[in-house]
């Protein structure tokens, strides 16, 4: 069992009605749209549970594992998920999914005041075993500086204003909605939205509103990601 409880003692992976059938697994890369999406589908007549979580941790829990927060065992499968196209893939090659649809393109940046990410001591970094993103940076990076382990972007976050580290690897639009200064780095990554197979008539109506509303998109755009639905 994976205990995500965060540094705070607090549930911010979670968000909704627990009793909501719409649940839904997102990539904590887009933290920053999870509250739009969550009052998108809410103003469409549709409860909506939300876990918001690095995508390998989701992957985890797709596949039977249990996760805590605190003393709350989470145990409820997702129907529908916004994850990495990498991660999608896989998926579809199972034959889980009963529809996919791209989603937002999103670009990793670097949170510093340096001018160069060697001259970091620290680096705050989301777990690679969590987060396709991190391993991703992590095969690139050619400096000495300490690699700061962490279970979410939020923690990252938290590890630079609190002056923990020297660094942090974020997304350019999460640098943008937390006003942090550094500067972007030549990788992006493409997000899809996945159905899995069974979906009755309100679970793919709510698939459908994420492809397509105006309103998620104009969110999205306006902190940097590209739309592609």
């Known amino acids: ?43 469409n007549y549709i409860k909506s549970l939300i876990e918001i979580l690095p995508s390998g941790i989701i992957m985890k829990q797709i596949f039977n594992e249990e996760v805590k927060f605190g003393n709350l065992i989470y145990d409820k499968p997702p129907r529908i998920l916004i994850l990495p196209s990498s991660e999608i893939s896989s998926l579809k090659q199972w034959e889980l999914l009963l529809a996919v649809s791209n989603f937002v393109k999103i670009k990793m940046f670097i949170a510093t005041e340096l001018d160069d990410i ?41 590890e ?3 002056g923990n580290v020297d660094a942090g690897v974020i997304w350019l639009h999460s640098a943008k909605a937390n006003g942090l200064k550094g500067y972007e780095l030549n990788k992006t990554f493409t997000m899809q939205i996945g159905l899995f197979k069974g979906a009755d008539k ?18 999205a755009e306006k902190i940097g990601m590209v739309w592609l639905g």
């Open 1 to 43: 069992m994976l205990d995500l409880t965060d540094s705070d003692n607090n549930i911010t992976s979670l968000l909704g009605y627990v009793d909501s059938k719409v649940v839904i697994f997102m990539d904590s890369a887009l933290t920053e749209l999870a509250n739009i999406i969550f009052l998108e589908l809410k103003e």
């Open 118 to 158: 060697c001259k970091a001591k620290r680096i705050a970094i989301v777990n690679p075993e969590y987060s396709v993103f991190s391993s991703n940076f992590i095969k690139s990076y050619k400096c000495d500086g300490e690699l700061v382990l962490v279970k979410n972007e939020g923690e990252v976050i938290k």
């Open 160 to 162: 630079l204003k609190k």
């Open 202 to 219: 309100t679970l793919i109506n709510a698939f459908e509103i994420l492809r397509n509303s105006h309103t998620i998109r104009e969110n």
